[in-house]
């Protein structure tokens, strides 16, 4: 029998634990181990048959109190169950400084992809990231974005998405240009507004702190000490992808979010997320990065959805774009994303671009 002792950090116990040892229930049974608190000495009682099942519940019971003592919020079934996932993979709980915005709110990584994600965002100019619905690409972007804003690293945030519809046609809208672009940057305007306080987001765009830009408005513009975010790239061509980029001007950063499975473009035009994957690869200070199922964040059923998608995947869908997506996360994954300035890219099969796959 495996005996693992952590010390209890007295000022988040009872949030670890969860309401009535709901997250204790859950960790127990996911490592098969007999979990107890000896109040007496300050410590939690790992016992397992496993020795190796009792230091992984050791650990991320010290990750998780370690994590809940920083950001001060409580855990919820869903953290917990990422949490025991990533340490069952033999991965660190994320512990990145959390993004702070508006209203003394903060912005945290909840997986180990999203906290490599997260560091870049921090670190690099240009950021490119795949990955499927859920893992949070857009809301971590627009939360850096944010923070940039409020300690005024940029004057203002421009947030660009390609006009494309998903695979409908909704004719003519009615309004003027923010009127008729709102419905494709509703989801960025979701994520600011969790992210400021009352009417603080309109005042931003009355003033022009927050911008509002369709893709094919951009030629032409030089962006200063903006932060600029291309959300749905997986819709842009090469043509689009190469003059949204070169808007960039002194001071900016750029983020660029899409998932190639899901591109609205016509079979017979390449994906320009998946050619600048490629041709960007080796340029100084671009940083890229795939996020799969595991950093999904949504409810949890999108994760399964996610996965049955996977693994029906027909790589002749979605531009069939699939394998130099899969291979290029292959080859991630076997690199230490933060040792690595860029994970490399696979080369270019013949027959045009194909979509992503596993990511």
């Not at 400084?97 to 100019?125: I, M, S």
């Not at 306080?197 to 005042?203: I, V």
Request: aromatic fraction near 6%; charge should be neutral.
């Amino acid at each position: 029998m495996e005996v693992v002792s952590v010390v209890v950090n007295g000022r988040v116990l009872q949030r670890v634990l969860g309401a009535s040892d709901e997250h204790l229930r859950a960790i127990r049974k996911a490592f098969g181990a007999r979990v107890t608190v000896d109040e007496e000495n300050g410590l939690f009682l790992v016992r397992s048959e496993e020795p190796e099942a009792a230091r992984r519940c050791a650990r991320l019971l010290e990750q998780l109190q370690r994590w809940v003592d920083r950001d001060g919020t409580p855990l919820t079934s869903d953290d917990v169950r990422r949490a025991i996932d990533e340490v069952t993979q033999g991965k660190d709980v994320s512990q990145t400084r959390p993004f702070e915005v508006y209203g003394g709110k903060t912005v945290r990584a909840k997986t180990a992809g999203q906290a490599k994600y997260c560091q870049a965002l921090r670190e690099a100019e240009v950021v490119f990231c795949a990955g499927p619905a859920g893992t949070g690409k857009t809301y971590l972007a627009a939360a850096r974005a944010v923070e940039a804003l409020r300690v005024g690293e940029v004057h203002k945030i421009v947030l660009v998405r390609p006009a494309v519809e998903a695979g409908e046609n909704l004719g003519f809208l009615p309004g003027d240009l923010a009127e008729k672009i709102n419905p494709y940057l509703r989801p960025l305007f979701d994520s600011l507004a969790d992210m400021t306080q009352s009417d603080m987001l309109r005042k931003f765009i009355e003033d022009s702190r927050v911008e509002i830009a369709p893709l094919a408005y951009m030629r032409g513009r030089t962006l200063n000490n903006a932060y600029i975010i291309l959300d749905e790239a997986q819709n842009t061509t090469v043509a689009q992808m190469k003059m949204f980029l070169t808007r960039m001007g002194f001071g900016s950063r750029v983020v660029v979010c899409g998932d190639a499975t899901q591109s609205d473009l016509s079979r017979r035009v390449k994906n320009g997320l998946v050619d600048a994957f490629e041709r960007l690869r080796d340029v100084p200070d671009v940083r890229f990065l795939t996020l799969g199922r595991s950093d999904v964040v949504r409810h949890s059923l999108v994760q399964k959805i996610v996965e049955a998608y996977e693994k029906s995947f027909d790589e002749e869908d979605y531009n069939g774009v699939g394998r130099r997506f899969d291979r290029f996360s292959q080859a991630e994954a076997g690199q230490d994303g933060d040792a690595e300035k860029n994970d490399a890219a696979p080369e270019s099969p013949e027959g045009g671009s194909r979509s992503q796959k596993g990511i």
